[in-house]
């Protein structure tokens, strides 16, 4: 029988499409239509299961799935013995406690003795006893931002993107108990032969993001400029430097980091660089 791996992703919320678009970047093709419980790849030996996202730590550890996407928030707070394979950088939140904005804060024994309102107990009663402090700890499902304002508690501790939900309610922000994104979680008991194919599928995500985090570069450098301009390029292994039809002048191609991109366009243009052109990379194999 071939070997196959299950993987586990969010049926519909804030981490379904991030999850479901970078399986289709690794190449895997999935029909997903809608209300499906689950999907086969055609052209990969993966099957997607589409459920809730508290549910995927539990699956996944029972070996319903092989794999799974969730948010660590929910993983951490599920306390399962599953291995983190990758962080996959979308889904970024912090789990956070707030106070009605009119109330002074200055540290977090200022919440000695309150109730605190949250959908995750077990990280914010973690939380507390490691800082020493002693809180009652209300657990609500949904809607926690509400609970102060109609005199349920008297802090909460939930997700925070934006931040605009806290501000909408009155609250602000004092304290980030945990930094989130989605991860890649995984049984710790696969086959080798899953392994494998996970080791595959992994290369595949890694490539992709890569690829989005990297930008190619091209430029016209004066040649007497070429050995300054090259030593502030990078690359994957070193610039490549093709003649110009006029003599004076050379082609150079390369790799930047994104996140370094202006810093290095601005030394580029004080070298003496012109006709920068930057284009986006599909994939990046390293
Ligand atoms: O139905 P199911 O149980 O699968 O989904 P869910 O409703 O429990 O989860 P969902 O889709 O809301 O979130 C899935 C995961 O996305 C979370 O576990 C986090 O890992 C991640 N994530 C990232 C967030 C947010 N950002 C986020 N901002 N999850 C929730 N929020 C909520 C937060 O609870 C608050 O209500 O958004 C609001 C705050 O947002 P801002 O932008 O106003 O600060
Ligand atoms: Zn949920």
Redesign the pocket.
């Known amino acids: 029988m071939q070997t196959t791996l299950k993987i586990a992703i ?7 499409e991030s999850s479901l678009t970078l399986l289709k970047e690794c190449g895997i093709d999935i029909d997903n239509g809608l209300n499906k419980l689950k999907v086969e790849a055609s052209n990969f030996p993966l099957e997607i299961f589409f ?4 549910d995927i730590p539990q699956y996944v550890e029972d070996k319903v799935a092989d794999l799974g996407i ?5 993983l951490l707070e599920k306390e399962k013995s599953l291995d983190i394979v990758d962080r996959l950088g979308f ?3 912090r789990l956070s406690l707030a106070i009605p904005k009119e109330q002074a804060y200055s540290s977090l024994k200022d919440l000695n003795g309150k109730r605190i309102a949250t ?1 995750y107990p077990v990280l914010l009663s973690q939380y507390m006893s490691a800082q020493n402090v002693s809180t009652e700890i209300h657990e609500i499902s ?4 509400i609970a102060p304002g109609i005199g349920l508690a008297d802090a909460v501790c ?10 909408t309610n009155g609250l602000k922000e004092v304290e980030v108990v945990l930094r ?3 991860v890649l979680i995984a049984n710790k008991t696969l086959s080798s032969e899953q392994q494998e194919l996970l080791s595959k599928l992994l290369f595949r995500m890694r490539s992709v993001r890569k690829a989005k985090t990297n930008k190619y570069i091209l430029l016209n450098a004066p040649n007497d400029r070429l050995d300054a301009i090259c030593a502030i390029l990078p690359g994957m292994k070193s610039p490549t430097i093709l003649p110009l039809a006029d003599e004076n002048w050379s082609s150079v191609h390369s790799v930047v980091e994104e996140n370094k991109f202006w810093e290095i366009i601005e030394k580029l243009k004080a070298e003496g660089a012109q006709g920068i052109l930057v284009v986006p990379i599909e994939k990046m194999i390293l």
């Open positions: 969010q049926k519909s919320g804030r981490l379904s459920l809730r996202d508290d969730v948010g660590e928030n929910v889904g970024k939140c959908s949904g809607s926690v931002e939930d997700l925070v993107s934006s931040g605009s939900t806290l501000f989130s994104e989605a």
